[in-house]
């Protein structure tokens, strides 16, 4: 070890990327790097991307050109700053990011950040290291564990990562081509980061994965598990108190994981459950492999199991092909479910899917429209489900400080923000709280007994 040196890792992009970065930065402590917030004053500065987005790349770049500056301004102080991107963009455009932008020393694809140390070593000694293969080698094994310090630091939430990558190759959707074949953590070394986790005061952990429940990962019997007996031991787990999982597939909510919500108190009755359009025609054409039918069985099976899930999606307005007799049936369906929220964006094609290829592209001016009059639809609905908790007492988790003195956040086993007065000695614990009102995205409460659970930092 060479003493202490600074990292700064930029997160774009999903849950999946955030947990990356964390990991990434536990992988290199060993070798002295230590996390800073900005980049004016980094050794290593990762830029974790996301493919997602429209013209995704084209933003790295763009990021990049100021990162140029950084390092010039480092130079200048005789300081050698070296700079990396990772994540989805890194996979995909491999050696096209060093030949586009020479300031960059290290592209390291989503499979590779266990190299990390190796690679930023050899970074520095020889310039431009482009490692994007698809290892035979489980990174899971090989990532270094957070120190206690950082959990507790992190707050008394926390992402898992227990599955990657994607079978399913939705014709709109780069996954299967950025992460790869679908593959599942080992039970043990998941069990093994939870308890970890819970030890350092974590209450709450949401197991994340691209496909999650198809999660499919060797057990301790040698036979593959499936999520739901992987929730069942995790909810065994001392101090553990809350567990999610995102984002399912609705071909993949077997019955014995719907059971698991009705038979597991610790797996709180929240799920976001894709269904991208309500049309069966666009369904097909997007490679969903199920129909509206199909996904509403899903729906009625999750809401005998537990009567009060609350339920969110992914919709994409404006695929080829899209009629407006196609989106009246997405309008419909959102009216039907009641969803307590959803993510909405306008379809834009990614080059290497089959839908950037299809004919009847819709034009932007329709998707521009079509996306605000089914944002008005998912407000109205999340507006409706917000309202009628007001009067009702729940466990809140409380999770960090408010904006204002005095003030904590936590959320609802519906994960709604909630904010209520109270002490910063009680984040980390579960308290009952009853609604006294809401504004457009929080829920504000009070709390109607002190907790019984002593707060995760005491
Ligand atoms: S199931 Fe999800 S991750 Fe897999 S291809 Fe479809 S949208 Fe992408």
């Not at 957070?146 to 709109?172: I, L, M, S």
């Not at 040698?222 to 007996?229: D, I, M, Y």
């Not at 976001?272 to 199920?290: C, E, F, T, Y």
């Not at 400080?401 to 980390?428: F, K, N, W």
């Amino acid at each position: 070890m060479t003493g202490l040196r600074k990292l700064f890792v930029k997160s774009f992009g999903c849950q999946m990327n955030v947990y990356d970065s964390q990991r990434m930065a536990d992988t290199l402590a060993p070798e002295g790097y230590v996390e800073t917030s900005t980049g004016e004053d980094a050794d290593l500065i990762i830029l974790n991307t996301c493919h997602i987005r429209e013209k995704a790349a084209e933003k790295v770049y763009s990021e990049l050109g100021r990162m140029r500056r950084l390092k010039e301004a480092a130079a200048a102080d005789g300081r050698k700053l070296l700079i990396a991107v990772a994540g989805c963009v890194a996979q995909a455009e491999g050696e096209e990011i060093v030949r586009r932008a020479p300031t960059v020393d290290l592209v390291v694809g989503s499979q590779n950040y266990h190299r990390l140390p190796a690679l930023v070593a050899r970074a520095q000694r020889d310039g431009h290291v482009v490692d994007t293969e698809f290892p035979l080698d489980d990174k899971f094994e090989h990532l270094a564990a957070p120190a206690a310090a950082a959990t507790r630091a992190r707050g008394v939430t926390a992402f898992v990562t227990v599955q990657e990558g994607c079978d399913k190759f939705c014709t709109f959707c780069v996954v299967p081509y950025t992460r790869g074949a679908e593959t599942s953590r080992r039970v043990d070394t998941i069990m093994a980061e939870a308890e970890r986790l819970a030890d350092a005061g974590v209450r709450e952990i949401t197991l994340i994965g691209q496909n999650v429940n198809a999660y499919h990962g060797a057990g301790p019997d040698g036979r593959p598990w499936s999520l739901a007996c992987l929730l069942e031991q995790l909810a065994q787990i001392r101090g553990l108190e809350r567990l999610r999982y995102t984002t399912s597939h609705p071909l993949d909510m077997g019955d014995d994981l719907i059971a698991m919500h009705r038979d597991l108190p610790a797996l709180m009755p929240q799920l976001h459950l894709p269904v991208q359009s309500g049309s069966d025609r666009i369904l097909a054409a997007m490679n969903r492999r199920h129909t509206r039918a199909d996904y509403m069985d899903v729906v009625c099976r999750l809401l005998e199991a537990r009567s009060d899930m609350a339920l969110t999606s992914d919709f994409i307005v404006g695929f080829p092909g899209e009629t407006e007799e196609d989106f009246a049936a997405t309008l419909r369906l959102v009216g039907e479910i009641g969803y307590s929220g959803a993510f909405s964006f306008k379809y834009s094609p990614r080059p290497g899917t089959r839908g950037a290829e299809m004919g009847e592209q819709v034009d932007e001016a329709t998707k521009t429209d079509r996306l605000h009059r089914l944002q008005h639809e998912i407000d109205r609905n999340r507006a409706t489900f917000n309202r009628r908790c007001v009067g009702r007492t729940f466990p809140v988790l409380l999770e960090r400080p408010g904006r204002h003195a005095g003030q904590i956040v936590g959320r609802s086993p519906y994960l709604q923000p909630v904010q209520i007065e109270a002490p910063t000695s009680l984040i980390g614990a579960i308290a009952a709280v009853t609604i006294a009102e809401v504004a457009s995205n929080s829920l504000f409460g009070t709390l109607k007994r002190e907790p019984a659970l002593a707060g995760a930092g005491a």
